[in-house]
């Protein structure tokens, strides 16, 4: 019956296991008979109580045969091979359920006659290599080695498939374990590392009556002071008034908008730093060269000083 009622066998299996036991069987073909009639009930148990009625001396093999014709396949031996021969690996199918299903097609083979005990085992191995998926890294063991020894019986293949199978499983595990623990230990990584912040710049702390401030102040005075004498120098050469001028040029400098215009070159002024006309002991950047200086001062007639009027 199709589908097979809850605690019964279907055909194929039932006739695959009881063709083996009638070969293991150390007893006698009346004993194997009414073996074979008690496994049986409904339309099988007919068939075999139709088939003692008709011919009484019917062996147990006959007994198989008359159940052949009435539940097995059509097919003949041959039509069996072919499709034994063209049944392979699907993508979503282990090797092992692979091989179950192969071995199964191949004893109905045997039980129509389409190959001997013998050749079983070299068939199995060879369309097990044939047709396994391409990277199916269980069947890519037994394509290497397959040719290299005799083949092995279908438990002996089974186990091999197996335990290759539990190899590329644990293998697959492992690796997916170690890939995570990584991801994890980047995140707490990347979740531990606290970016830095720029410490704060510290603020200068102005403490009353500072000796440096004091300084400061003091060369600040003399500045302008330096300033002033420049304008009244300025001043007399260009003609024109002298507070307007200090004012002026006072305001900018105070309030920082401008700096205080650098004074033009002067023909009847002394360096006494460099030894040169033109400018200022306090304006000069040039290296000090008192051999120079003391040149200058034997060859000049006039008075001490820089300008009319120094102090």
Not at 139 to 162: G, H, Q
Not at 256 to 276: H, I, S
Request: proline content about 6%; aromatic content about 6%.
């Amino acid at each position: 019956m199709k589908p097979t009622p809850h605690g019964e066998e279907e055909y194929d299996a039932w006739a695959e296991q009881t063709t083996h036991m009638l070969d293991e069987w150390q007893c006698s073909d009346v004993v194997k008979k009414q073996r074979i009639a008690e496994s049986l009930k409904g339309p099988a148990a007919d068939i075999v109580w139709g088939l003692r009625a008709t011919n009484p001396h019917a062996t147990a093999s006959e007994y198989l045969k008359a159940l052949e014709t009435a539940f097995g396949t059509t097919d003949n031996a041959a039509d069996l091979m072919v499709r034994f021969r063209n049944t392979f690996q699907q993508e979503t199918e282990k090797l092992s359920e692979y091989l179950l299903r192969l071995d199964k097609l191949l004893h109905a083979v045997h039980r129509k006659g389409g190959i001997d005990v013998a050749d079983m085992n070299r068939a199995r191995i060879e369309q097990i290599a044939r047709g396994a998926l391409t990277h199916d890294l269980a069947a890519l063991r037994i394509r290497m080695t397959y040719k290299l020894k005799p083949p092995p019986s279908f438990t002996e293949l089974l186990r091999d498939v197996r335990e290759e199978e539990g190899m590329v499983l644990e293998r697959e595990r492992v690796k997916t374990v170690a890939s995570s623990s990584v991801i994890r230990c980047a995140g707490c990584a990347t979740a531990s590392v606290v970016p830095k912040q720029p410490e704060p710049t510290p603020v200068p702390v102005i403490v009353e009556n500072d000796p440096a401030i004091e300084s400061l102040k003091k060369e600040l005075q003399g500045l302008k002071s330096d300033v002033a004498r420049l304008l009244s120098a300025s001043v007399a050469t260009s003609g024109s008034s002298p507070q307007h001028v200090a004012q002026k040029a006072a305001g900018k400098y105070a309030h920082g908008k401008e700096r205080a215009p650098k004074p033009q070159y002067c023909a009847d002024v002394f360096c006494y730093r460099y030894g040169e006309d033109g400018h200022f002991q306090r304006e000069c950047e040039n290296p000090e060269n008192l051999r120079k200086v003391n040149k200058r001062l034997l060859k000049t007639k006039q008075p001490t000083g820089n300008f009319p009027g120094a102090q």
